[in-house]
Nanobody, 114 residues
């Protein structure tokens, strides 16, 4: 069975940085893409960034220039480097691995304080 384990969340001040990681384990094959979504209280889950198996990246407009997604295919791990964090970035961040089906991580809390 496939499991995604997320880490790296926490409490930071505005303008600070965090690095999230998501490691996939189990019988995982044919990964099409890996990505990060976030969900704030009272809001819908939204795409933050994604990276395809070929290395192409896609970012939401609200994080362009601040966040960087990367991957280590050998380790089945995806990262999200978050810089210049804003209070509105506060959310639970979820990792997703896309194969013929989608797998989701447990979520990691990011709180950007004022």
């Amino acid at each position: 069975q496939v499991q995604l384990v997320e880490s790296g969340g926490g409490l930071v001040q505005p303008g600070g940085s965090l690095r999230l990681s998501c490691a996939a384990s189990g019988s995982i094959f044919s990964i099409y893409a890996m990505g990060w979504y976030r969900q704030a209280l009272g809001k819908q889950r939204e795409l933050v960034a994604a990276i395809t198996s070929g290395g192409h990246t896609n970012y939401a407009d609200f994080v362009k220039g601040r966040f960087t997604i990367s991957r280590d295919n050998a380790k089945n791990t995806v990262y999200l480097q978050m810089n210049r964090l804003k209070p509105e970035d506060t959310a639970v961040y979820y990792c997703k691995v896309a194969t013929i089906v989608d797998y989701w991580g447990q979520g990691t809390q990011v709180i950007v304080s004022s």
